[in-house]
């Protein structure tokens, strides 16, 4: 389910006023964020924080359209040089993934981007979502601020599945120029 990313960013400037257009950029994108994020910064780094295999609960696996209690990759990472600047979770269905995929997503802070170039693996991004959310208070620990987050919720195609489930958060202060 792939939304008007253009409909939505002008939904929410109707409830938090303009964005920059550097937050439009990664909030609609159907590339790679990290690669963004190294134009305008500078090389970035992945920072992973949880990686872990586990069961999909009955929401996820909807979202997946797998079975729930497959096996899942959960991971969450920041994207960031210094500081912070992407808080990113995803889901990854184990069975969808070949063994070197599965190596090099373990291996934890390389970009989940660069692992599809490495491996040759024709996709397309869908967002999903594109929203604001009140911090939870990891995030308000993460970011150092109460501001709101802006948040986009997008899905990795591969083969008509759903490869990879992303969310990225940042906060609604970052990227204004």
Do not use: W
């Not at 295999?53 to 990759?73: H, P, Q």
């Not at 991004?125 to 990891?138: A, H, L, S």
């Amino acid at each position: 389910m792939d939304i008007d990313v253009v409909e939505e960013i002008k939904r929410l400037e109707r409830v938090i006023g303009p964005l920059s257009n550097t937050q439009k950029i990664l909030l609609a994108t159907d590339g790679s964020v990290t690669r963004i994020l190294d134009v305008i910064f500078g090389k970035v780094n992945i920072k992973t924080l949880v990686q872990e295999f586990r069961e999909a609960s009955e929401e996820i696996a909807e979202k997946l359209d797998i079975a729930a209690g497959e096996k899942i990759n959960y991971r969450i990472v920041l994207i960031g040089n210094k500081e912070p600047l992407i808080h990113a979770i995803s889901y990854i269905p184990l069975a969808r993934l070949n063994n070197d995929f599965k190596e090099d997503l373990i291996r934890a802070d390389i970009p989940i981007g660069k692992i599809l170039r490495k491996h040759n693996i024709e996709s397309r991004r869908e967002v999903e979502k594109i929203d604001i959310q009140e911090p939870t208070r990891e995030l308000k620990k993460i970011f150092n601020t109460d501001s709101l987050m802006l948040t986009r919720t997008y899905n990795i195609i591969h083969k008509d599945k759903i490869l990879i489930r992303i969310k990225e958060t940042f906060p609604i202060t970052y990227f204004k120029k």
